[in-house]
């Protein structure tokens, strides 16, 4: 891809334009092994070596940040009166026009996936696809075989639209159940378990795909994912027809 050599500068360092142009004046930056002090030469992204302070860097055409949602927090990129997702990790991407990659509650917790890759977005949210999303969630009265059975049969909400095949897989008590869905309706998990009168407390997703969001990310942190660690959101993708 064809691109000036400072917006380069600055998507690849995660830096303003202004400093990307002050580190190409301090003859900081090479391509192709020769000092450039000009800002506004093309650069191609694919074929050219082009390093600042000795440091090779490559193009990222798109990033995708995993975040640990905390309660409170709403996923959405603006919002008036609350917190959102985007705020939280906006001041380290300027120039990236970032949304979430689904949604979680603002009561609920845990992985959220953000990126300025709407293709890969789409992807991953489509019910065609089948991507499946985990959960742990606290109820106020037990989870049944009953509720198990339908989960997998499908449940229909009280408005009548009928749910895919989920799993649920409760604890001993009932109180405390594991859930995979394999689509995103509004409020999906307090609704389907509505239907049997059982209150949800808490709500915390977990993965996405295979990718589990790791215990060691705080409520409020969040990461960078590889090519491989976004490889596990999609290995078990299939499009249905
Ligand atoms: N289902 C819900 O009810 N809420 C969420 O945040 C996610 C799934």
Do not use: C
């Not at 890969?120 to 198990?148: C, E, G, M, N, Q």
């Amino acid at each position: 891809m064809q691109t000036r050599l400072d917006r380069f500068i600055s998507e690849a360092l995660a830096i303003s334009r202004a400093d990307a142009k002050k580190l190409i004046s301090k003859s900081a930056v090479t391509v192709n092994g020769t000092v450039v002090k000009k800002s506004d030469i093309k650069v191609d992204t694919d074929t050219d070596e082009i390093k600042a302070n000795g440091k090779s860097l490559t193009h990222e055409q798109f990033v995708y940040i995993m975040l640990n949602k905390p309660a409170g927090v709403v996923s959405a990129s603006t919002d008036k009166n609350d917190v959102t997702v985007i705020d939280l990790v906006k001041d380290e991407f300027p120039r990236r026009n970032l949304f979430p990659a689904g949604r979680l509650d603002k009561t609920s917790t845990g992985f959220v996936l953000i990126t300025d890759d709407g293709r890969f977005a789409h992807d991953i949210l489509s019910p065609k696809h089948h991507v499946p999303k985990s959960y742990t969630v606290t109820v106020d009265s037990p989870v049944t075989d009953r509720v198990v059975q339908a989960f997998r049969d499908g449940v229909t909400l009280a408005d009548g639209q009928l749910m895919k095949s989920a799993q649920i897989i409760p604890s001993q008590d009932g109180y405390t159940a594991q859930i995979i869905l394999h689509q995103g309706v509004y409020h999906q998990i307090k609704r389907m378990l509505g239907v049997f009168d059982i209150g949800v407390n808490t709500l915390h997703r977990t993965a996405i795909g295979r990718l589990e969001l790791p215990d060691s990310l705080s409520p409020g942190e969040y990461i960078k994912l590889t090519q491989q660690q976004l490889s596990l959101i999609t290995s078990d993708m299939f499009t249905e027809n």
